[in-house]
């Protein structure tokens, strides 16, 4: 699970308390259950310990973690690693010569009587500790190695998908700024013509350009939009560029009377859409252009075709070209695994097909 920074944060110097809560708990709980009179002098040691410790765990995290188990240098750092908890326990022996430790614990376990006497410090103190201490900086190693590697995955994953994000955008404004400025300027020319043969109809085209470019311009800005939208985005699209096309050309477009609103990514279609009238109809020759936009539960269908006009065929590959594969890269990145397109020219029909398939769940 990835967090947002802040919270990523908090959560981490939560994890470090617990973690040296946990361990404050193994050094300092345990002499108590004794049951012994314990002189100060071991808890000054066992708070050296533990200061050594997490001197050890941040040691690990931020120096040889990153300088060699990230970077593939293993050996040396299970090298410097295996030596770490020995060094620990060297230091552990001379500080309990330094306190008199031996002495002291001895005197302890006399005071408490024939029970603790038996054999006490030689099996309680000299072995058990030792090797408890052994474990224990083991342990604090291992959390160690275990929290910085798997923060490294995470921050890694979080730069990933801030990356593919920035991607998408970059993707979706390309996507925004091949949108033909032509079709905004002939379409206000064609109004303006209205204007003086159909008052009416100009302002329902004017109406339906300032909502084009308002969706455009802000519905946009997010990663999703409605489909409810997007579907009206292509719906005035079509409407618009049918002002400039004569009686020869055929516009079919349906899509569901009802409409169950799904997050989808803005703008998916219009490439398709676009190249459709960019490069399958004609001023003079009988041309065609049949969209459906179909809708099964989760499930969204469009199809998308056009006559081929043989005087810009040539332009069939261009027009396949930046837009599709900008789509396909959007695609990828949006809906991985969970879309089909095909792409389809007949060239003995004279028929060019697109078909996409999204799964939105």
Known sequence: MIFPKSKSTLVTIIIHILIWAAFGLIYFFQPITWNIAVPYQLWIKQSIILGLA?????LNSFVLVPRFLLKGRNGIYFLILITVTPLIVIISGYLDQWL????????AFHRAGPLHRHG???RMWDVGMLAALGATVALVLGISTSITVIQK?????QVHQEMEQDKISSELSFLKAQINPHFFFNTLNNIYALTHIDAE?????????????????YDTQNSMTQLSQEIAFIKDYISLMQLRLTDVVKIDFRA??????????????LPFVENAFKHGVSATQPSYIEISVEQRDNILDLKVVNTIIKEQSNNLEEASGIGLNNTRR?????????????????????????????DLS
């Open 120 to 122: 006490g410090r030689n």
């Open 256 to 269: 569901p009377e009802l409409v169950k609103d799904m997050a989808v990514a803005p703008m998916i279609f």
């Open 54 to 58: 997490i001197i050890a765990y941040y």
């Open 330 to 358: 959007r695609l990828d990145l949006l809906y991985p695994g969970k879309y089909t397109l095909l792409i389809n020219e007949d060239t003995a029909e004279n028929v060019y097909l697109v078909h996409l398939k999204l």
């Open 201 to 217: 109809t100009s302002r329902k085209a004017i109406h339906q350009l300032s909502r084009m470019m308002r969706y455009v311009l």
């Open 100 to 107: 008199n430790m031996h002495q002291l614990m001895d005197a």
């Open 153 to 157: 995955w995470q921050t890694d994953k």
